[in-house]
């Protein structure tokens, strides 16, 4: 898809997207302070109007730190935003069986590792608790974690059916064991770019050289904690980056509904 700006430039952009990685924050479910934080509300309207040029199709809802394990506020977003959305959650390896099931039955397709803000800590069961939830739902991991800290991850995402990182691992000089993942099949998000270090353009050239299934677009909104909220030059960024409408529409879109059972 071509669009022109007002400098009569052509610029490639997305003809759909699936918004792999954004945030709800609805006060009127519990939400936790982290690390002495807590988010302005931005609700399924807030998301909806800042995304209404967008051409979002489908999306996926990821659970905060500060709504630590609570799922009431997530089953009421995936009930409001219908079948083209799904959840990640925050667990602990001690869920149970029966929980697991439940949830899935909610739309939620998987659990995020959060090491960046302490709701998990430590990596010594992440390997049994991936097989375990592949295993028994399909479900896979999502780490949020500074990728310079990844020389301990790696060797256990490796071992995972699947698995995904957020924000193109965060840091620059650990794009090399990002590479590697991709590599080795896992999936990253390209998002977050007001929170990462990484060359945005270089790495999604050279992530998407690497494995061109791996990539995943998603804004991050609302943005919180980061040195600037997403804006459209983000799409841009990738949407030059690429180059090329099949590469586009599998970032934006293709990619993440394969990944997380998303009718296109």
């Not at 052509?10 to 945030?23: L, M």
């Not at 709701?119 to 999502?142: M, P, Y």
């Not at 690497?210 to 995943?216: G, K």
């Amino acid at each position: 898809m071509i669009a022109v700006d007002q400098n009569n430039t052509e610029k490639q952009q997305p003809r759909r997207i699936i918004d792999a990685h954004f945030h709800i924050y609805n006060d009127s479910f519990p939400l936790i302070e982290n690390q002495g934080f807590l988010p302005a509300p931005f609700s399924i309207e807030d998301y909806k109007y800042r995304t209404q040029n967008l051409n979002v199709v489908g999306g996926v809802i990821v659970s905060g730190s500060v709504q630590g394990f609570d799922q009431s506020y997530l089953k009421s977003a995936l009930a409001d935003m219908g079948d083209q959305f799904v959840g990640i959650t925050n667990l602990p390896s001690s869920v149970s069986d029966e929980e697991i099931l439940k949830l899935r039955d909610h739309g939620i397709r998987g659990i995020r590792v959060n090491l960046k803000r302490g709701v998990v800590s430590g990596l010594d069961n992440l390997v049994d608790f991936g097989l375990r939830i592949w295993d028994l739902a399909g479900w896979h991991l999502e780490m949020y974690v500074d990728s310079r800290e990844l020389d301990e991850v790696v060797p256990k995402l490796l071992k995972l059916p699947k698995a995904s990182v957020d924000h193109l691992g965060m840091a620059r000089s650990g794009l090399s064991q990002v590479q590697k993942l991709a590599e080795n099949g896992v999936h990253i998000k390209a998002s977050g770019f007001g929170r990462t270090e990484v060359d945005v353009a270089k790495a999604v050239k050279s992530l998407y050289a690497i494995n061109p299934d791996c990539l995943m677009f998603g804004t991050d909104l609302p943005s919180t904690r980061a040195e600037r909220p997403f804006n459209v030059r983000d799409i841009e960024t990738v949407c030059e980056a690429l180059a090329d409408d099949q590469a586009i529409d599998k970032v934006f879109a293709g990619n993440a509904a394969d990944f997380y059972h998303i009718n296109l």
